[in-house]
């Protein structure tokens, strides 16, 4: 049963950071080559369509995760599961405190509607994606480190 956990987490998590990994190093790059109202309007939906995935995503993750470390508590790299839960927490605390305000505003733009300073709001919103994807890239590598 536990491998069967390990295995599942892991690939859960690890496709949760490749989607992130995407939308940081391919979507934004293509988002960003758009035409003015056409970037806006894709990282709008964007925001949107994920918003409504991802702290589903996370939360399961983090769930998976815990359930591994509890279950595997006697067994070798159970520090290492702990470590990967305590930045899965921390993904999910920057994601409610810096990336879903903006996110949440981002959402409802239209070219009609968005503030004079919504690149600006873009750009911070993409600089805390950026520490958020490498805390995950380092929650991912211990549970894989975890599981040798």
């Not at 956990?5 to 992130?20: R, S």
């Not at 279950?71 to 305590?86: E, R, S």
């Not at 503030?115 to 993409?126: F, I």
Request: glycine share 8%; hydrophobic share 55%.
């Amino acid at each position: 049963m536990l491998s069967t956990l390990e295995v599942i987490t892991t690939v859960v998590v690890g496709l949760m950071v490749g989607v992130e990994f995407s939308v940081a190093f391919v979507m934004n790059p293509i988002f960003n080559a758009l035409p003015e109202d056409s970037n806006q309007q894709a990282h709008s939906h964007g925001g949107r369509m994920l918003g409504a995935v991802m702290p589903v995503w996370y939360i399961g993750s983090l769930v998976l995760v815990a359930v591994w470390a509890i279950v595997g508590w006697h067994h070798q790299g159970t520090g290492l599961v702990v470590t990967a839960a305590g930045l899965l927490i921390l993904s999910v605390i920057m994601s409610i405190l810096l990336l879903v305000p903006i996110n949440n505003q981002g959402k409802t733009w239209t070219p009609e509607n968005r503030p004079a300073d919504w690149k600006e709001q873009m750009n911070r919103w993409n600089r805390y994606h950026y520490v958020r994807v490498a805390v995950i890239i380092a929650a991912f590598t211990l549970l894989v480190a975890a599981l040798v």
